[in-house]
T-cell receptor, first 109, second 115 residues
Framework: GQQVMQIPQYQHVQEGEDFTTYCNSS?????IQWYKQRPGGHPVFLIQ?????EVKKQKRLTFQFGEAKKNSSLHITATQTTDVGTYFC?????????FGTGTRLQVTL | NAGVMQNPRHLVRRRGQEARLRCSPM?????VYWYRQLPEEGLKFMVY????????ESGMPKERFSAEFPKEGPSILRIQQVVRGDSAAYFC?????????????FGSGTRLTVV
């Protein structure tokens, strides 16, 4: 099955700094989905990307899908303490999503 | 419009007992997925069901685990003779079509602790 690797595993930033997490695959992906999970919470869907080179923005969050559709990134501009959590990428077939290992983001004042 | 409802939120079982986890998908969603998350780890696919059918159970352990989604009522994930290694968060997700159509809506999860 398809596998996606996420880096870094963990990042600690000061509030106001930027943050980026990367999702990589050795095979071409038909889609990428991004989720956020707060500590003690459940994953919440953020966005889906399907087109080569696609870029989507949600306020301070920018999502990209690589031209070769083998990688994706999530960039947060000027982090806030509310951004704390684990960010997962996932790629799906009709029957399931396969998730990356996640990047845990810690934000301190 | 209620989201995905899972119960119980927390479940404690002694080794050897049975655990039953329930999931009611969002209204209008006929696709249900179960995932397991070990502490500090990612989400591992277990099973994908539609009403009365198991579509993909490639992530389910061969023994002790079973799932159903009956015509009436919630989807049930059943773990027989639980062991300490079954302690994890179990999340149910639903979608109106397949997993690649749009994002999942996850429930709040059931945290299973085996003592």
């Amino acid at each position: 099955g398809q596998q996606v690797m996420q880096i870094p595993q963990y990042q600690h930033v000061q509030e106001g700094e930027d943050f980026t997490t990367y999702c990589n695959s050795s095979t071409t992906l038909s889609n990428i989905q991004w989720y956020k999970q707060r500590p003690g919470g459940h994953p919440v869907f953020l966005i889906q990307l399907v087109k080569s080179g696609e870029v989507k923005k949600q306020k301070r969050l920018t999502f990209q899908f690589g031209e070769a559709k083998k990688n994706s990134s999530l960039h947060i501009t000027a982090t806030q303490t509310t951004d704390v959590g684990t960010y997962f990428c996932g790629t799906g077939t009709a029957s399931k999503l396969t998730f990356g290992t996640g990047t845990r983001l810690q934000v301190t004042l | 419009n209620a989201g995905v409802m899972q119960n119980p939120r927390h479940l404690v079982r002694r080794r050897g007992q049975e655990a039953r986890l329930r999931c009611s998908p969002m209204k209008g969603h006929s696709h249900v997925y179960w995932y397991r998350q070990l502490p500090e780890e990612g989400l591992k696919f277990m099973v994908y069901l539609q009403k009365e059918n198991i579509i993909d159970e490639s992530g389910m352990p061969k023994e002790r685990f079973s799932a159903e989604f009956p015509k009436e009522g919630p989807s049930i994930l059943r773990i027989q003779q639980v062991v300490r290694g079954d302690s994890a968060a179990y999340f149910c997700a639903s979608s109106p079509q397949g997993a690649d159509y749009y994002g999942y809506t996850f429930g709040s999860g059931t945290r299973l602790t085996v003592v």
